[in-house]
Nanobody
Framework: QVQLVESGGGSVQAGGSLGLSCAAS????????MGWFRQDPGKERAIVAT????????DYADSVKGRFTISRDNAKNILYLQMNSLRPEDTAVYYC???????????????????WGKGTLVTVSS
């Protein structure tokens, strides 16, 4: 099992930047595919960005491509999400998620992930 704790959320004006971190503890971090998801009230949790276990494969929601960057440091057991050119529609609770992965694969559906952090709120004002 792996425990996940997000940090770095907050409030920012449109056009600004924020960086999120997700610290993982438990089993070997490099054995897990990871992802960032977000959820608005009344909506389903949706993919933001995803990365495979060794960090050489990534994918993004169309709405954040070119603005957000997912990365990981397997030596430090940390997942990152750098968010630039933020928009009011990026406002949501952001969750870090993990799934054990033996190969070069990443996941884009919330139902595919097995472990979740408690989330961190990002608010973008216009």
């Amino acid at each position: 099992q792996v425990q996940l704790v997000e940090s770095g959320g907050g409030s920012v004006q449109a056009g600004g930047s924020l960086g999120l971190s997700c610290a993982a503890s438990g089993r070997t971090f490099s054995s897990y595919a990871m992802g960032w998801f977000r959820q608005d009230p009344g909506k389903e949790r949706a993919i933001v960005a995803t990365i495979n276990n060794i960090g050489d494969m990534t994918d993004y929601a169309d709405s954040v491509k070119g603005r957000f960057t997912i990365s990981r440091d397997n030596a430090k057991n940390i997942l990152y999400l750098q968010m630039n050119s933020l928009r009011p529609e990026d406002t949501a609770v952001y969750y870090c998620a993990a799934r054990y992965s033996a190969g070069r694969i990443y996941y884009t559906r919330a139902n595919d992930m097995r472990y979740w952090g408690k989330g961190t709120l990002v608010t973008v004002s216009s």
